[in-house]
């Protein structure tokens, strides 16, 4: 039976605390008992913004992404058409729980799968192929970034399943997403919300220290100033965010090959049959 209003209100209630929760996976055993009961089967994937990809052509050098380059969207796009049914979200549980003044509520989660038909109809729709692919596309003209996976804590406050017939495509803003709690959570747990294989950003020479990528634009506070020059850790997830907004177009990021996208696709069908 899906889970009724009232309990995605004590929810929405709960989100405040979000890092202190994430904290609390820290606690020796903690962590494990919760990656276990939690997150053992998960694997969701940062996608890069499709308008800050460029293609790699050789070590050190890349260029701009021709006009015919596959996108990361075509992995979302790749899942919708597949999708036995597609559900809309009213709203984005992570902004409406924060009132996010800069991003649109409305715009919430697409979930893929037999599984959504346990959805309470109160909080979406089932939705045709073309109106998913409409909502992504307003969810990118807004700005958000999409990450996709299997994530059991779906499964858990929708109170519907199995996991394995469930794709979660989160519309994340870099101020409201539950995420943004990765770098408190058990690094184990961290793990399993990764950037997409064969990503690579870094920062080069025309970087003035200005210090723009740093203002509240990281999801995971992945990007310092280390004397005057932004530096981007490992915990980086490769979304794009930071080359969109940097004002010297001093950060690039790259893709190796098109064959990035279907190992994409195919790492992510071994863990949900949309079908």
């Known amino acids: 039976m899906a889970n009724p209003l009232w309990f995605v ?15 609390i996976t ?17 694997g969701v994937v940062y996608l890069p913004k499709d308008n800050v990809v460029k293609m790699s052509i050789h070590v050190g050098k890349s260029i701009e992404r021709p006009t015919d380059t596959i996108l990361p969207s075509k992995i979302v796009k790749h899942f919708i058409e597949k999708a036995s049914h597609r559900w809309i ?13 800069d991003y649109p509520i409305d715009l919430g989660c697409l979930f893929l799968g037999e599984a959504v038909l346990g ?39 929708l109170n519907i399943g199995p996991g394995s017939k469930l794709l979660t495509i989160c519309n ?19 793990r399993k ?7 690579n950003v870094r920062v080069t020479d025309r970087c003035t220290g200005c210090g723009t990528c740093t203002d509240d634009v990281c999801f995971v506070d992945a990007i310092t100033l280390v004397n005057g020059r932004a ?45």
């Open 172 to 190: 994340c803003c870099p101020c409201c997403c539950l995420w943004n709690a990765l770098p408190d959570f058990n690094p184990q747990i961290a």
């Open 231 to 275: 530096v981007i850790s490992d915990a980086c997830r490769a979304c794009g965010r930071c080359v969109e907004v940097c004002p010297e177009g001093a950060i690039e990021l790259t893709i190796e090959s098109d064959a990035v996208y279907e190992e994409t696709i195919e790492r992510l069908s071994s863990l949900v049959d949309v079908e």
């Open 9 to 23: 209100e004590l929810l929405k209630q709960a989100y405040a605390y979000k890092r202190i929760i994430a904290r």
């Open 89 to 101: 979200m009213n709203k984005c549980i992570c902004r409406d729980s924060d009132q996010c003044k």
């Open 26 to 42: 820290r606690i020796p055993g903690v962590g494990r008992i919760v990656y276990d009961m939690m997150f053992k089967e998960d």
């Open 193 to 199: 919300i990764a950037r997409m294989d064969g990503v």
């Open 119 to 157: 959805i309470n109809p109160q909080l979406g729709r089932e939705a045709t192929k073309e109106e998913a692919f409409e909502h992504l596309r307003k969810c990118q003209d807004a700005g958000l970034v999409q990450m996709i996976g299997r994530n059991k804590l779906d499964t858990m406050w």
